[in-house]
């Protein structure tokens, strides 16, 4: 993770210095790349720079509150096309002498689009440079490059509107570059490099993912437990936590993660362990005196062995960083984890260790469930 922390870096730093980096999709076809810059940052050398090695087809990326604001409308009147991917405004340019197609005009629209100082009336209608909304989450809502922009421009300083045009493949001057390409093309021109992938598992890792909604008691079992419930700042997935005793008051706190089973927690199915698991986790704690049990609820669909199709499973990563930013709230810095818990587990208590949390591993202790 440092590694990927450092390409991050680098590129945050490179935009925040008004500089283009490559950006790649791992999960594009042909892992297409893109040149990305901050908006406010565009002047017409580094217009001709990118008209020169891209399809020249530049979008301006910004927010929804940004585009409201300078009045631009969507394309289509109509809903229609795909929710994975940015949607474009109406095209527009900088009002008065200068405005064009050169890089120099566009530089100025771009330019002039980025300031907080602009208004709607400030812009013609229909221009050379076509804005696209941008996810209001930014690649943890979308991971897109209009969205990735956009959180570089941000995380640099700067304001929040980004550039981006798709390379274009120096060996096949009809087609985009590929991965191998696009990053020969950053190391003969000193560019930072960096994928969407990496920047969303930056952003997961830097920033809090969960919000406390709401806090009680609940008697269960022998005892009295304190209950807090957590909201996920960007899919609304709402999860609970169950505190027996006082967490971190005596070293290592057992740990159990459950993801919400209705079958096995409500009914008792006997076609899973999910309901017995979490009794038996619940009992050990109150005997013990201590733990913490974080029951995951993703956003979505009801879950339930059985129930759920594959698409609604919990990504290990996502759920991981979910588990690592309640246990940070909740000022619990170690944990103990018991030697049979299974990859799911091995995932998110990587993940728990690289948000500095501790991990004591034991014969007896509480795995991941559901």
Same mark, same amino acid.
């Given at each position: 993770?440092?590694?990927?922390?450092?390409?991050?870096?680098? %590129?945050?730093? !490179?935009?925040?210095?008004?500089? *283009?980096?490559?950006?790649?999709?791992? /999960?594009? =076809?042909?892992?297409? #790349?893109?040149?990305?810059?901050?908006?406010?940052?565009?002047t017409?050398?580094?217009?001709?720079?990118?008209?020169?090695?891209?399809?020249?087809?530049?979008? %301006?990326?910004?927010?929804?509150?940004?585009?409201?604001?300078?009045?631009? *409308?969507?394309?289509l009147?109509?809903?229609?096309?795909?929710?994975?991917?940015a949607? =474009?405004?109406?095209? @527009?340019?900088? /009002?008065? =002498?200068?405005?064009?197609?050169?890089?120099?005009?566009?530089?100025?629209?771009?330019?002039?689009r980025a300031?907080?100082?602009?208004?709607?009336?400030?812009?013609?209608?229909? +221009?050379?440079?076509?804005?696209?909304e941008?996810? &209001?989450?930014?690649?943890?809502?979308?991971?897109?490059?209009?969205e990735?922009? @956009?959180?570089?421009?941000?995380?640099?300083?700067?304001?929040? #509107?980004?550039?981006?045009?798709?390379?274009?493949?120096?060996?096949?001057?009809? +087609?985009m570059?590929t991965?191998?390409?696009?990053?020969?093309?950053?190391?003969?021109? $000193?560019?930072?490099?960096?994928?969407?992938?990496?920047?969303?598992?930056?952003?997961?890792?830097?920033? *809090?993912?969960?919000?406390?909604?709401?806090?009680?008691?609940?008697?269960?079992?022998?005892?009295?437990h304190?209950?807090? $419930?957590?909201?996920?700042?960007?899919?609304?997935?709402?999860?609970?936590?169950?505190i027996?005793?006082? %967490?971190?008051?005596?070293?290592?706190?057992?740990?159990?993660?459950?993801?919400?089973?209705?079958?096995?927690?409500v009914f008792?199915?006997?076609?899973? !362990?999910?309901?017995?698991?979490?009794?038996r %986790?619940?009992?050990?704690?109150?005997?013990?005196?201590? +733990?913490?049990?974080?029951?995951?609820?993703?956003?979505?669909?009801?879950r339930?062995c059985?129930l759920?199709?594959?698409? &609604?499973? =919990?990504?290990?990563?996502?759920?991981s960083?979910?588990?690592?930013w309640?246990l940070?709230?909740?000022?619990?810095?170690?944990?103990?984890?018991?030697? &049979?818990?299974?990859?799911f587990?091995? @995932?998110?208590?990587g993940a728990?260790?690289?948000?500095?949390?501790?991990?004591?591993?034991?014969?007896?202790?509480?795995?991941v469930a559901?």
């Open positions: 993770m440092k590694t990927i922390d450092g390409r991050v870096r680098r %590129a945050i730093a !490179a935009v925040a210095a008004g500089r *283009p980096v490559v950006l790649t999709d791992d /999960s594009a =076809p042909g892992n297409d #790349a893109h040149l990305v810059f901050a908006a406010d940052a565009a017409p050398e580094l217009l001709a720079f990118t008209i020169r090695h891209t399809s020249g087809f530049i979008r %301006a990326a910004l927010p929804p509150a940004e585009c409201e604001r300078l009045d631009l *409308p969507p394309m009147q109509r809903a229609g096309g795909r929710a994975d991917t949607a =474009p405004r109406v095209a @527009v340019g900088r /009002s008065g =002498p200068g405005a064009g197609s050169a890089a120099s005009g566009r530089a100025r629209t771009i330019a002039a300031s907080e100082g602009s208004g709607a009336d400030d812009f013609s209608r229909p +221009g050379h440079v076509i804005p696209v941008s996810h &209001d989450d930014g690649v943890l809502g979308r991971p897109g490059a209009a990735a922009a @956009v959180d570089l421009s941000r995380l640099g300083g700067r304001r929040p #509107a980004g550039v981006l045009c798709e390379i274009v493949s120096r060996d096949d001057p009809t +087609g570059a991965g191998a390409e696009s990053v020969q093309f950053a190391v003969e021109h $000193g560019l930072a490099v960096v994928s969407i992938g990496e920047l969303a598992s930056y952003r997961r890792r830097t920033e *809090p993912q969960v919000v406390r909604l709401a806090q009680t008691t609940m008697p269960a079992g022998r005892g009295v304190r209950v807090i $419930g957590y909201r996920d700042i960007h899919d609304g997935g709402e999860h609970l936590v169950v027996v005793g006082t %967490a971190g008051a005596r070293g290592p706190v057992p740990l159990h993660v459950h993801v919400e089973c209705i079958c096995g927690d008792g199915s006997s076609a899973c !362990a999910c309901g017995g698991e979490l009794d %986790a619940l009992a050990s704690m109150t005997a013990g005196g201590c +733990g913490v049990i974080v029951y995951l609820r993703p956003s979505g669909s009801l339930g059985g759920s199709v594959a698409r &609604d499973a =919990p990504s290990p990563d996502l759920a960083q979910t588990v690592a309640i940070r709230d909740l000022g619990v810095y170690s944990v103990r984890l018991s030697d &049979d818990t299974p990859g587990g091995l @995932v998110m208590f728990i260790r690289e948000h500095g949390l501790q991990v004591q591993e034991q014969t007896s202790g509480w795995r559901g």
